[in-house]
């Protein structure tokens, strides 16, 4: 079986996918002037975007881990988003926790392992 890689560069891919698995690297926000709901909005955007590529939806996820980086702040506004976005249904396994992420202005990071949509 072969790996698929979706929007590689040298350090890291988007996604990979191997047999009917799809594995999101950690997605953070572009527009880091926004606060979590915004920043959260735009990553479940990325996250879209990438299992769509990979032939799959967030209907199919497995498994999240989110990270912010003030959870006692952040937890109930990133949550508000999350659930909105989630399908009825499909709340997949998932981690949240509080972390120094790769830069001060980023407030929500999420990475997904989801399911392939079979044909």
Known sequence: MTVQRIQTNDRLSG???????VFLSGQVPTDRSQ?????????????DAL??????????????????SDIERDFE???DIWSAWLPVGCAPARATVEA??????VLVEIMVVAVRRTA
């Open 35 to 47: 606060n979590v709901a915004g920043q959260t909005a735009q990553v479940l955007a990325k996250v």
């Open 77 to 79: 506004a990133m949550n």
């Open 15 to 21: 996604a990979t996918i191997f047999s009917d698995l």
């Open 100 to 105: 120094r992420l790769a830069s001060a202005d």
């Open 51 to 68: 299992l769509t590529k990979a032939s799959s939806d967030r209907s199919l996820m497995l498994s999240a881990q989110i990270w912010l």
